[in-house]
């Protein structure tokens, strides 16, 4: 059984004439420590998809199974622990707080989860070891998102959900970010899901989920996913 299975999944926004239908019958499936890409347009509902995989908005028709269970049937309660223990969100404009330090800011996973990692080898995982007591804005857009990817990463979550997790950063520190979600997926067998509307990343994913207008237009799966040192953008 898939890791992952998304089926017949519909989400609507608003009633009668401003009825929005954000996904419209969505199927797939992802397996377990793969690296996904869900790649689309602007408005094509990758965002709505998300938030439904990692508990933050609920579905209205069909079923999204996750390790066995279907979690469009969890009340607000079971959504809650879901989304506090088995999810790490990573966000496009890192939503750290201001005024805790890097380490402090991985620190909060451990208030939310039991058996949280220690923040400093995260922190050095992601290649921020020297910077453990500066603030957010003492550090670059990539520096940043790596402290971000710490905080997701320290809960020790079963999914790791990035919505445009490069989409303020500039090139080389794009590709660091993304570096460290491959590397999440391969070496610590993280289930890691990339939304992006970039196409140029797809080739470094292990299966590329194409939505637009609501739907899944292809699933392809990579057998051989680029390196990201030798990708170009
Ligand atoms: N909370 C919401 N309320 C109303 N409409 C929404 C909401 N979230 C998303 N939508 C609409 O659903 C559609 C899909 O949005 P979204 O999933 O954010 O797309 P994407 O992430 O691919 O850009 C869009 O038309 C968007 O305006
Ligand atoms: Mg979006």
Redesign the pocket.
């Given at each position: 059984m898939p890791y992952i299975e998304v089926k017949n999944s519909s989400?609507f926004?608003?009633t009668g004439d401003n009825r929005?239908?954000?996904?419209n019958d969505v199927n797939f499936e992802i397996e377990k420590g793969e690296l996904v890409i869900?790649l689309?347009?602007?408005?094509?509902?990758?965002?709505?998809?998300?938030?439904i995989l990692g508990g933050m908005?609920t579905s209205d028709e069909g079923q999204v199974i996750i390790d066995g269970v279907d979690i469009a049937q969890f009340n607000s309660h079971q959504r809650t622990n879901y989304r506090r223990d088995d999810v790490g969100f990573v966000f496009q404009f890192y939503n750290l707080v201001a005024n805790l330090t890097a380490k402090e800011n991985v620190e909060l996973a451990s208030e939310i989860v039991k058996d949280a990692l220690d923040p400093v080898t995260v922190l050095e995982q992601v290649g921020l070891g020297k910077r453990l007591n500066n603030f957010p804005a003492q550090l670059s857009g990539g520096e940043q998102q790596r402290v971000s990817i710490a905080r997701a990463v320290a809960k020790r979550p079963k999914i790791l959900l990035c919505?445009?997790p490069t989409g303020a950063l500039d090139y080389q520190t794009g590709k660091q970010v993304l570096q460290i979600l491959q590397d999440m997926s391969r070496n610590e067998g993280v289930t890691v899901i990339i939304?992006t509307?970039n196409s140029a990343l797809a080739p470094i994913a292990d299966r590329v989920i194409h939505?637009r207008d609501?739907t899944v237009k292809s699933v392809k799966l990579n057998n051989t996913p680029q390196d990201i040192a030798t990708l170009e953008y």
């Open positions: 989400k926004y608003g929005i239908v954000a996904n869900i689309g347009s602007s408005g094509a509902g990758k965002s709505t998809m998300l938030n908005d919505d445009e939304v509307h939505m609501a």
